[in-house]
């Protein structure tokens, strides 16, 4: 596929610009990176521009500087945008991915996951998205393994896909099929191993290190004994 045509940057409304999920390489943006712009904004810094789409608008790059931006200047403000000539929407999928994976926020095992399932199904070789992604080409086979099917109404489905990119702590849970309710859970996962978290929450305990004058975490896990309980055999 030939690069798309670049036209030069221009000033538009900030509210012009459209944020399409089915583009959108990352499984959510981070309130956190968007809080760290702010305050780069705050203090004088400059952002690159955003990039979208000319004749769409939607976004394919810097969804994160746009909340920045609302945040700080209101949703009235005018910003600097890169218009990009895209052949079709496959082309912005890809180049949504690369653009990401160049800079800002390090894409994380779940967006890798996601970006892979998104540009397989417009099409794009193990090649050409490893070259996107800047991953060695074996990974993508790894990669796009790691899932679930979810259910349809799920908004954690990976887009052009029946698919949910699994967080490491359920990993076991792959080629499997997720109900409704382990859908929703599965967004408030964490990303590293059900183990280690066990490991952690032993030694503090043991140490004396956990706050149980706290009524709510004293709650969570007396509720955490009683499932132990139940689910873990004896």
């Not at 086979?141 to 954690?156: F, M, N, T």
């Not at 929703?184 to 978290?197: R, V």
Request: glycine share 6%.
């Amino acid at each position: 596929m030939s690069p798309p045509k670049k036209s030069k940057i221009i000033t538009l409304p900030i509210a012009s610009l459209v944020e399409d999920m089915d583009l959108y390489p990352r499984h959510a943006v981070d309130p956190a990176h968007v809080q760290a712009l702010v305050f780069a904004l705050e203090g004088g810094g400059n952002l690159p521009p955003i990039t979208a789409d000319a004749k769409s608008k939607k976004i394919t790059d810097g969804w994160h500087r746009k909340r920045a931006y609302v945040r700080f200047h209101g949703p009235d403000a005018t910003v600097d945008v890169e218009l990009v000539d895209y052949a079709d929407e496959a082309a912005m999928k890809l180049d949504a991915v690369a653009r990401n994976a160049a800079h800002g926020r390090p894409l994380d095992r779940i967006d890798k996951t996601r970006s892979v399932l998104m540009l397989q199904t417009s099409g794009f070789t193990s090649s050409q998205i490893a070259l996107a992604l800047q991953v060695p080409e074996k990974r993508i086979e790894k990669l796009s393994i790691r899932v679930a099917d979810g259910p349809v109404s799920s908004g954690e489905t990976i887009p052009g896909t029946k698919s949910i990119a699994l967080k490491r702590s359920v990993a076991h849970l792959e080629g499997g099929k997720l109900t409704k309710a382990q859908a929703k859970a599965h967004a408030t996962m964490p990303g590293t191993s059900f183990l280690l978290i066990a490991r952690q929450l032993c030694l503090a305990l043991s140490e004396n290190m956990v706050n149980l004058e706290d009524e709510k975490l004293v709650e969570q896990l007396k509720a955490l004994r009683e499932l132990l309980g139940q689910k873990v055999a004896k």
